[in-house]
């Protein structure tokens, strides 16, 4: 069973965790105060960066870098850049499963590079077992859902890694790569003979990055757990419910998705620094303190002035009315009004005049003060107003205001639609599945969602016996 306390910001302040994994950073003002902030989400080469008040954040300075010669890059005069995917010559190996460690070879799949997912037969990846949904509602190594989401555009092998001749196979993987990815436990990898120090003498470029649930070192580097109770360990579910009543839960392992991002950050600056100056690195993300960083305003209130974030429903500090409201079908709309223009319009478009009293609502501090009789007044006019159709409406004057969406409403948005969020691609077992593009891309060197996810040791001949050949890249 796994279980983590729901801590406030008082307690990440004195966690020891992150004071030996020295976490805290202390930027020195000019009035000669210091504040205390979340440091850099990563370890490199065994040293967190630390930043300076004024100081330009850079790779030199967050891969502790000396200095040398930038890399540049200049297209011949009257010549065409090609065209080719911005990641095309990347080669990756992933150890590991679930959502932190392949999401990162995701992104960097959907944009070019060149990804081999390694499992075990034994024990398979478990997204591929354990989280619905199924194909059919039957449990299958090839049927789930969730294991495609986060695997399309790779390749998939299957080694035993307790073998020697599975070891030469992962060692001859590695030797390929320009970045290997793990999530697994801390010295899983130093254990099967497979750490950095090992590796990178006949890879010397090589980057790896591991990412984990608390870090590699530290008091509790070898707890388990998984995003989702993170969340708790991060202050984020505490501030997450009403005043008085319960902390609540988020859908999903939400640091998962926080902490693959910023490591694909990291991951493709210390690429950037390899190929200009052939030295590699050993990137240690805690996903832990990835989510800190979600919490940093907090956690710079609780360090300057002891305040501790608590829960207070859907109120914000700046915004009311802030809320979402009920609408017609049970259907509901999120609504946030910033200034005093805002909330005019609001009442225009609403036809509010007569229920407003200047006494209670003329200005923000009197919103937010009666905040909870706004929300009635509210709520009784727009309870059989549809939820798509009032967003609209609202948003053509330059309001905040969304439905609510469900999974269904996802893959009929019109916005996402328009900018390809969802491709289908054809899966040997699923059949037709949408995948997820990330949000972003790339004008000169747009990505895409290259193939479906792979079936368990489904590219074992291909990636042994062709890609692996001298010569074949």
């Not at 200049?74 to 995917?85: F, H, L, N």
Request: aromatic share 8%; charged share 25%.
């Amino acid at each position: 069973m796994l279980g983590y306390p729901v801590s406030t910001v008082a307690d990440i302040s004195v966690d020891p965790q992150l004071q030996v994994r020295d976490f805290w950073t202390d930027i020195a003002l000019p009035d000669g105060t210091a504040e205390r902030h979340c440091g850099a989400f990563f370890i490199a080469d065994g040293n967190r960066p630390k930043i300076s008040a004024g100081e330009t954040t850079t790779v030199e300075n967050l891969l502790s870098n000396t200095g040398e010669q930038k890399l540049s890059v200049q297209a011949q005069p009257g010549s065409t850049p090609k065209q080719k995917s911005a990641l095309a010559e990347l080669k990756v190996v992933e150890f590991g499963g679930y959502a932190a460690g392949p999401h990162v070879g995701k992104l960097l799949a959907n944009f070019g590079a060149e990804i081999v997912h390694v499992e075990s037969e034994d024990r398979p990846d478990g997204f591929r077992l354990e989280y619905p949904p199924f194909k059919d509602g039957k449990v299958g190594v090839n049927r789930g859902g969730c294991f495609a989401f986060f695997n399309d555009s790779k390749y998939g092998v299957t080694l035993d890694l307790k073998s020697a001749e599975g070891l030469a196979k992962a060692r001859k993987l590695i030797d390929w790569a320009d970045i290997v990815i793990e999530n697994m436990r801390p010295n899983v990898m130093n254990r099967l003979g497979l750490g950095y120090d090992e590796i990178s003498k006949t890879n010397p470029q090589l980057i790896m990055l591991s990412t984990c649930n608390m870090g590699q070192t530290g008091p509790r580097a070898h707890t388990p757990g998984f995003g989702s109770q993170l969340s708790s360990l991060a202050g984020i579910y505490g501030n997450i419910g009403e005043t008085d009543g319960s902390p609540m839960l988020l859908y999903g392992p939400y640091i998962d998705f926080i902490a693959s991002v910023m490591a694909t950050s990291v991951s493709l600056a210390a690429l950037y620094r390899a190929r200009r100056t052939s030295k590699g690195s050993y990137i240690d993300v805690s996903q832990y303190e990835t989510g800190l960083h979600f919490m940093s305003g907090a956690l710079l209130n609780y360090h300057c002035d002891g305040t501790v974030a608590t829960r207070r429903a859907n109120r914000d500090d700046y915004a009311a009315p802030h809320n979402a409201y009920r609408c017609r079908d049970d259907r509901w709309l999120a609504l946030s009004c910033r200034d005093d223009d805002d909330f005019n319009k609001l009442v225009e478009c609403l036809d509010l005049e007569k229920r407003i009293d200047e006494q209670l609502f003329s200005n923000t501090i009197l919103r937010h003060h009666n905040a909870a009789k706004l929300d009635e007044i509210i709520s009784e006019v727009i309870v059989e107003l549809d939820a798509f159709e009032l967003a609209g409406k609202l948003q053509r004057v330059g309001l905040a205001a969304y439905p609510v969406n469900d999974i269904a409403d996802l893959f009929s948005d019109p916005q996402l639609h328009a900018r390809q969020n969802w491709r289908r691609r054809n899966h040997a077992v699923i059949g037709d599945q949408a995948y997820g593009f990330p949000g972003f891309d790339l004008s000169r060197t747009p990505g895409d969602i290259t193939k479906a996810a792979p079936l368990l040791g489904g590219d074992n001949e291909f990636v042994f016996e062709n890609m692996l050949k001298p010569g074949s890249q």
